[in-house]
């Protein structure tokens, strides 16, 4: 059986893939590579920011979507 295009798949689409072939690192690879989400926050390796710093993010975070919600 052939494999599908992943790259050409939506994020949609791959989830619900995955979901179906939890196995395959592939496609895993792909959806947390290629496919990340518009909220996906990336942040550099812990080693160059301190303890401080990735809590002011993930608080700046938090309230962002506490925020929306209440729009």
């Known amino acids: 059986m ?3 295009d992943f790259k050409q ?3 949609k ?3 619900k893939y ?3 072939h939890p196995t395959d690192d592939e496609a895993i690879e792909e959806f947390i590579v290629n496919h990340r989400g518009t909220n996906t926050v990336v ?3 812990p080693s160059t ?3 401080e710093q990735v809590e002011a993010i993930f608080k700046e975070k938090i309230d962002l979507s506490q925020s ?3 729009d």
Request: aromatic share 4%; net charge positive.
């Open 2 to 4: 052939t494999k599908p």
């Open 9 to 11: 798949m939506t994020r």
């Open 13 to 15: 689409e791959l989830k």
């Open 18 to 20: 995955i979901l179906s």
């Open 43 to 45: 942040l550099p390796p």
């Open 49 to 51: 920011m301190s303890y």
């Open 68 to 70: 929306e919600k209440l």
